[in-house]
T-cell receptor, first 113, second 116 residues
Framework: DSGVTQTPKHLITATGQRVTLRCSPR?????VYWYQQSLDQGLQFLIQ???????AKGNILERFSAQQFPDLHSELNLSSLELGDSALYFC????????????FGNGTRLTVT | AQSVTQPDIHITVSEGASLELRCNYS??????LFWYVQSPGQGLQLLLK??????LVQGIKGFEAEFKRSQSSFNLRKPSVHWSDAAEYFC??????????????FGTGTRLTIIP
């Protein structure tokens, strides 16, 4: 058990809809990362937050947004969903330094129909 | 630009055979290096990490990796694989970006299949 909790485990929704994925980091970790994993794109970094503030942004679409709350949990919001957004979405956490390994949750599998 | 390359998309080895998974990086300074493993339906689990010091690092599940600065490589090895090692393996590199923030970049992964 990595200590990172992601909910829900599975999500099935229709195109055009909006969903929210949730992540609770390991106790004591200040940094939260979101990754998207799909068959054709591999593991893609979306965004990182550190202690409530955006730290780095990767290949995140404008339809996607995220935030980290004062209690350090994070949410990833996906809107105007398209079929191509179907993927595994992982949250990871770390203390926040570059030499700190990431600890991953088990992911949320999103299926857009 | 900084990058991570795992040249082998898929590797098949026999149970009990030795294993080496390749990872090459491109970065001007010494990066922080990690290997992760992902079993089907699971998140990524850290196998080992290299920050500095001894270039041969030991990890969990009997894995080791060697950092070779001259070759910009951090290959993962295991002397004898078990059927339970079948999974996808990711090399990752941490470094300070041109914008001064920390970045962690993953390779595209190597899928390991074990045959009896």
């Amino acid at each position: 058990d990595s200590g990172v909790t992601q909910t829900p485990k599975h999500l099935i929704t229709a195109t055009g809809q909006r969903v929210t994925l949730r992540c609770s980091p390991r106790s004591g970790d200040l940094s939260v990362y979101w990754y998207q994993q799909s068959l054709d794109q591999g593991l893609q970094f979306l965004i990182q937050y550190y202690n409530g503030e955006e730290r780095a942004k990767g290949n995140i679409l404008e339809r996607f947004s995220a935030q980290q709350f004062p209690d350090l949990h994070s949410e990833l919001n996906l809107s105007s969903l398209e079929l191509g957004d179907s993927a595994l979405y992982f949250c990871a956490s770390s203390p926040g330094q570059v030499n700190s390994p990431l600890h991953f949750g088990n992911g949320t599998r999103l299926t857009v129909t | 630009a900084q990058s991570v390359t795992q040249p082998d998309i898929h590797i098949t080895v026999s149970e009990g055979a030795s294993l080496e998974l390749r990872c090459n990086y491109s970065y001007g300074a010494t990066p922080y290096l990690f290997w992760y493993v992902q079993s089907p339906g699971q998140g990524l689990q850290l196998l080992l990490k290299y920050f500095s010091g001894d270039t041969l690092v030991q990890g969990i599940k009997g894995f080791e990796a060697e950092f070779k600065r001259s070759q910009s490589s951090f290959n993962l090895r295991k002397p004898s694989v078990h059927w339970s090692d079948a999974a996808e393996y990711f090399c990752a590199v941490g470094f300070i970006s041109n914008f001064g923030n920390e970045k962690l970049t993953f390779g595209t992964g190597t899928r390991l299949t074990i045959i009896p």
